[in-house]
């Protein structure tokens, strides 16, 4: 059966350190694989689009990869601070299909 | 700013009442989506639309209609509100292309009584 998986158990990572998020999934061909950072009782926010011919994305302190034969995401914060901390959500657009597949997310605690 | 907005944060509604939900973007997306949101099962998505007056099933259609008479606008109706539709929803709108984000509004948080 097709299915995105993140890691359920919330994550605690010291102020500083870079916290590493796993997104994987099974039996889907991605065309895109997206991060959303999803606070408290609000909606999702966009973060990194990574695209299957793509193994790594930058922007600022976050980096995503991407490994289509693992069938694997990354996400990755450095130098963490407390206010990294959210639930962080993996997106798979798959190529043969127009929506969005979204994981249960992993909850990131950054303690100071 | 582009912005999705959502009728309310906060709805009590009874069982067997028809419930409305209302989302409009002002980013003229063509794309609009309805989710709801329960802990530990994610995001799973109840309809889309590509177009006005188009929609699609998603994964949990059952006990949901919509509507999408403007192109800013996509309606999320419970025909008959159940306990089992207390929930988080959320509306989404993205561009064309479907590799392009999705912007979310801020949720309304329905509880059936």
Request: positive net charge.
């Amino acid at each position: 059966s097709q299915k995105i998986e993140q890691n359920s158990e919330a994550l605690n990572i010291q102020e500083g350190k870079t916290a590493t998020l796993t997104c994987n999934y099974t039996n889907y061909s991605p065309a895109y694989l997206q991060w959303y950072r999803q606070d408290p009782g609000r909606g999702p926010v966009f973060l990194l689009l990574i695209r299957e011919n793509e193994k790594e994305k930058r922007k600022e302190r976050l980096k995503v990869t991407f490994d289509t034969t693992l069938k694997q995401s990354l996400f990755h914060i450095t130098a963490s601070q407390p206010a990294d901390s959210a639930t962080y959500l993996c997106a798979l657009v798959p190529s043969s299909a127009s929506k969005i597949i979204f994981g249960s997310g992993t909850r990131l605690s950054i303690r100071p | 700013d582009v912005k999705v907005t959502q009728s309310s944060r906060y709805l009590v509604k009874r069982t067997g009442e028809k419930v409305f939900l209302e989302c409009v973007q002002d980013m003229d997306h063509e794309n609009m989506f309805w989710y709801r949101q329960d802990p530990g099962l994610g995001l799973r998505l109840i309809y889309f639309s590509y177009d006005v007056k188009m929609k699609e099933k998603g994964d949990i259609p059952e006990g949901y209609s919509v509507s999408r008479e403007k192109k800013e606008r996509f309606s999320l109706i419970l025909e008959s509100a159940s306990t089992n539709q207390t929930s988080m929803y959320l509306c989404a709108s993205s561009g064309r292309d479907r590799g392009l984000e999705q912007y979310f509004g801020p949720g309304t948080r329905l509880t059936v009584t």
